[in-house]
């Protein structure tokens, strides 16, 4: 260092300090002036380096480079500036200025092209602007997504409902059709049993005809209420158990009993119910008490529950007695495997359409059926 500063001083200049008369608040003045010149544009370099290192996206990065080599070197001759004042390094002052005035040329060489798109460049009350009417449009679009989403949501709901509507409608017509079938199959041993039954309290030939076809009539007005899907189906317990025994209590005049208060139906449960009396009945014809000259059958209901926290149900009945026979008292279910439609109607279709229990016995040679049903489930809407 100090070989340097001889050198420097053989050249014969003097110091910048000299100029100044060594005047300690003159020296303090440039030296201090010069030195915070200094440390700001060495910092701003630093920030450049940061910006340009922190965004490697930004375009024009040459020209942010330039820009802070053009300040680090004005620092740099403000450095030197300082060191002037005691040592004439003017030739390196000078070099310093010339490196600074190349590379601010250049800068400028490459900033002015680029001063119409600077002007172009938005406003920050015009970048202000923009984002509000983006946000006001992502707003909307939002909006207009959440209406698609809640149409598509009803769309779904809807076809959801139409395909389970179609599923019970199907399944509806399913039983109905095999119930068509089924009566078909039976009406033979039905039609010829209520033959034998109105001959028998008959006093002449157009007696017969007259109560035997009002027989069928009524049977037949029976399975058209029942396929029609229960429109014309009473809605009143007593009177559905009547509406659909009516053949057969004019046939078996004293052999089948009714008891029970009466009860609103609403149309499914109306329709579920005369479906297991259509069957109780046929069944108890072909095979059961009323195929006997002394079998009896008695159906009754009343209801059961609603304390203790236990829901209010119906319970409902039919109890068939033969001479041979006992009445039975309990029932237990018997095997789903093994029946026909008639049995797979009176303990499946029947008690899982209206959310019930069935249970038959057949253990005494006679049946006895019963069907347990909430009433929330078989009541007309808005009663229990």
Known sequence: MQAAITFFQDLGYMAHGMCLLWQPWLIALFAGSDFLIFMAYSIIPVAIYRVMRGRPDLENRGLAWLFAAFIALCGLTHLISIVTLWVPVYALHGLAKL?????????????????????????????????????????????????????????????????????????????????????????????????RQTAQHSGDKEDFLDRFLARLDAMAATTDDLTRGGQRLPHSLLKLARHQLRAHLEAFPNRISIQGDDEDLNSEAARQIALALDELATNSVKHGALRDDDGKVYLRWDRTGGEMGQPPQLDLQWIETRPEAVPATTTTAPPETGFGYGSRVLNLVVPQRLGGQADADFSTGALAYSLSLPLERIAPQGQS
């Open 99 to 195: 490196a600074t005035g190349i590379v601010s040329l250049v800068t400028a060489a490459v900033l002015f092209p680029l001063v119409p798109r600077i002007i172009a460049l938005p406003s920050p009350a015009h970048l202000r602007d923009a984002n509000a009417k983006l946000s006001a449009e992502i707003a909307a679009h939002e909006d207009t997504l959440a209406d698609l989403r809640r149409a598509r949501d009803a769309l779904e709901d809807t076809v959801a409902e139409r395909t389970r509507e179609l599923a019970r409608t199907n399944e509806e017509l399913n039983i109905v059709l095999r119930q068509a079938g089924h009566r078909a199959d039976n009406l033979a041993q039905v039609t010829a049993a209520l033959a």
